[in-house]
């Protein structure tokens, strides 16, 4: 008698008197306390007593004998239970019912539904509410919707709808199939849920996307006065941020605070994500300083919530925060610190994050390799990208995508349908954002057959609809093949509603083409759909400027004036030892300005032998022909390298960012200067990476 309590061990030593009669009514007692306390070896004892005493046998021992089953299954102990039941002379509702409920716990839910058959077809017994809602989670654990909807069709008819545990098992099982209707049929005619069933539709709404729906059943809980949980809030707090309604989030939250509830972590980290959704950065901040425990999950919300923002800096300022707070990062929290690195392209920052992910053993999460390569490509160091996918363990569809995307931006189209056959070959499901990835991989390689295949065809097959991101490379695709009517048909054919971006590409395709006439005619009916887009106004500057119709840039210059559009000023950035530096057209804020100009001058001069001959056509025509040299040499882009040739450490490449379309000259001109110095130059401009070496670009003088 080991291991009992002292009070139960008298009881088992009376039990163990044979002699001694104890009433069915006490064994009965003794069962549920032993069940409740899980106490197997009290069950037990009780169960050899039974047997002694040849109580197991009889109709009448059907009540101890459900009781033992009872034990056994909150014990986990399941074989043993149906042994017992087996055994009975008779059964009744709640036998069947006790030993269903255990093969539901322990996860056997075909099980369940198996024993639920045999009751009516062998006991002949009529289900409960307790079997129903038992048989419910059954079929929602065990995918069995077929099965759920006739059980279903059959509570209707017994009038067994109406119980509590019924429907919100009904409910729940709805939510789990992902059948909205459904869930939303049980809804509209059975009135009268409880906090747990609001809770798992809005839930299962919010998981697929039926935002109205759940708006709708937000109305009706409310209406309902059903008293909110956490999870509710958790929950009610994600819808606002799905829909970004800032006021219905404002509403809730006030709610909340009116109540003075006790907020835990998962509400408080679902209030900043509400605020980061709907771009209140601030908001999300007043949350977040509000707060006295933080651990790792609302440090990693608030920092997301700047990386949304597009505040990177200030989310990466946050990580050095948490660290004096004493907090250990999670995957989340590097993925999103890895992110706002792209966001910045600050490579080396990318670097010692890096470095500190494999010191604290992060590498084998998807979630952190994912950001690792993006950041890479991002930061134009496509090698690197490649080398942490390669060396991946865990891969999913979000991998394959950023490398495929990460190769087709820096240009290298058979890299990325390398890795995309790769995807395929390995059984990974390509979705929409991989073929965005593979038709722009198409258009950099010139496979216009292949790319219509794979929008007309292929992407059909795997069940991707095309969208207007696919539509745009095709156009690209086209275009850069020189089929410009082709690509102004089918612009003008596609079924969803087109954007400027899709008619600009068909229009520095002109630019490229050197077909001016067809140029302008795009170009006006752009500027018809968004007459502010600045964009515009320059390639077709451009275009009028390189057709020598010098009466057009003027034309245009003063469109632009009266429209008040005016140009972004270029901007170029480079990283030297973990600080950016900045530098505008023409201007002279950096404190080494001279030295930059005259080192810009000096390999303006050295190239010329090479072959520069300075692009003046683009340039305003009413200068002097030395001027507009002028004018060209210090664009922002050549300030920086020159700035990276005299800074950067020797081997490296040098890597720079624009925000503007790079101009023909700055191209043509780092060609030879990626010769004269015999170095790689990376520049990333508003389209995609240019990657100088020898003398060429990765872009084969097309963007
Ligand atoms: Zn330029
Ligand atoms: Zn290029």
């Given amino acids: 008698m080991r291991g009992l309590k002292p009070a139960r061990n008298q009881v088992a030593q009376a039990l163990f008197r044979p002699t001694r009669f104890i009433h069915l009514n006490n064994v009965v007692k003794l069962l549920k306390v032993s069940a409740d306390t899980k106490n197997l070896t009290l069950g037990k004892s009780i ?81 409960n509410e307790y079997v129903i809602a038992v048989v419910f989670s059954a079929c929602s654990d065990s995918g069995k919707a077929l099965e759920g909807r006739q059980c279903h069709g059959y509570v209707v008819k017994s009038g067994l709808v109406f119980h509590q545990y019924v429907k919100n098992a009904l409910i729940n099982m709805y939510s789990k199939f992902l059948d909205v209707e459904g869930a939303m049929r049980v809804f509209s005619l059975v009135p009268g849920y409880d906090v747990y069933s609001y809770n798992s539709v809005l839930r299962g709404l919010l998981q697929q996307g039926f935002l109205n729906e759940a708006v709708q059943v937000l109305d009706r809980m409310m209406g309902d006065g059903v008293k909110w949980d956490s999870v509710t809030y958790v929950t009610v707090f994600g819808l606002c941020a799905c829909l ?234 086209l275009s850069k093949a020189g089929l410009l009517d082709e690509a102004e048909k089918f612009l003008r054919s596609i079924p969803v509603k087109c954007d400027v971006v899709a008619w600009r590409t068909l229009l520095s395709a002109c630019q490229v083409h050197r077909n001016y006439g067809f140029g302008r005619r795009i170009a006006e009916f752009v500027l018809e759909m968004d007459p502010n887009d600045v964009g515009t106004y320059t390639l077709l500057s451009n275009i009028y400027a390189k057709a020598k119709r010098w009466d057009g840039v003027v034309k245009i210059r003063k469109l632009m004036r009266e429209r008040n559009i005016k140009k972004e000023p270029g901007v170029s950035w480079i990283e030297i030892r973990n600080v950016t530096h900045v530098f505008v057209s023409d201007d002279c804020q950096h404190p080494e300005s001279i030295q930059i100009y005259e080192k810009v001058k000096e390999l303006l001069a050295r190239i010329k032998p090479l072959g520069y001959i300075p692009d003046v056509a683009g340039v305003l025509h009413d200068v002097e022909e030395e001027q507009k040299e002028d004018y060209l040499s210090y664009h922002s882009e050549k300030l920086a390298i020159a700035y990276g040739l005299m800074h950067a450490p020797s081997e490296a490449p040098i890597r720079v960012f624009k925000n503007l379309r790079m101009c023909e000259d700055c191209h043509s001109a780092m060609k030879l200067i990626s010769k004269l110095t015999n170095k790689i130059i990376i520049v990333r401009d508003a389209n995609r990476f240019h990657s100088f070496r020898n003398g060429c670009c990765s872009c084969s003088d097309y963007w």
Wanted: hydrophobic share 45%; with cysteine; charged share 15%.
């Fill in 47 to 127: 169960h050899s007593h039974l047997l002694v005493i040849n109580q197991t046998s009889f109709e009448s021992s059907i009540h101890p004998l459900n009781s033992l089953i009872n034990v056994y299954v909150k014990c986990n102990q399941i074989p043993t239970a149906q042994k017992v039941f087996a055994r009975m002379p008779d059964r009744n509702l709640v036998s069947w019912c006790s030993l269903m409920a255990g093969y539901l716990q322990t996860g056997f839910s075909l099980e369940v539904l198996k024993l639920f058959k045999n009751m009516i077809l062998v006991d002949g017994l009529k289900p």
């Fill in 244 to 477: 970004k309604d800032l006021n219905l989030g404002l509403q809730v939250h006030c709610r909340i605070m009116k109540r003075y509830l006790e907020l835990d972590v998962f509400v408080n980290s679902a209030i900043i994500n509400m605020y980061g959704k709907c771009g209140e950065v601030f908001n999300a901040r007043k949350a977040f300083d509000g707060l006295k425990g933080r651990n790792v999950v609302v440090w990693t919300g608030i920092m997301a919530a700047y990386f949304q923002n597009g505040c990177f800096e200030e989310a990466l300022n946050l990580f050095s925060e948490m660290k004096i707070d004493d907090i250990s990062p999670n995957e989340f929290t590097f993925a999103v610190m890895l992110n706002s690195t792209a966001g910045l392209s600050a490579l080396r920052h990318g670097d010692v994050l890096y470095g500190e992910i494999v010191k604290l053993g992060f590498m084998d999460h998807v979630i952190v390799g994912n950001a690792l390569v993006n950041m890479y490509a991002k930061c134009g160091n496509i090698g690197a990208a490649s080398e942490v996918f390669s060396d991946m363990i865990y891969r999913d569809c979000i991998s394959w995508n950023v490398m495929i995307c990460g190769y087709s931006h820096h240009g290298l189209g058979k890299e990325a349908m390398a890795v995309f056959h790769d995807m395929l070959a390995v059984g990974e499901c390509p979705n929409y954002v991989t073929f965005v990835g593979v038709l722009s991989a198409c258009s950099h390689l010139g496979l216009v057959k292949e790319g219509l295949y794979y929008l007309n065809q292929f992407m059909k097959t795997v069940g991707v609809e095309p969208g207007l991101e696919h539509y745009t490379c095709v156009v690209g695709l």
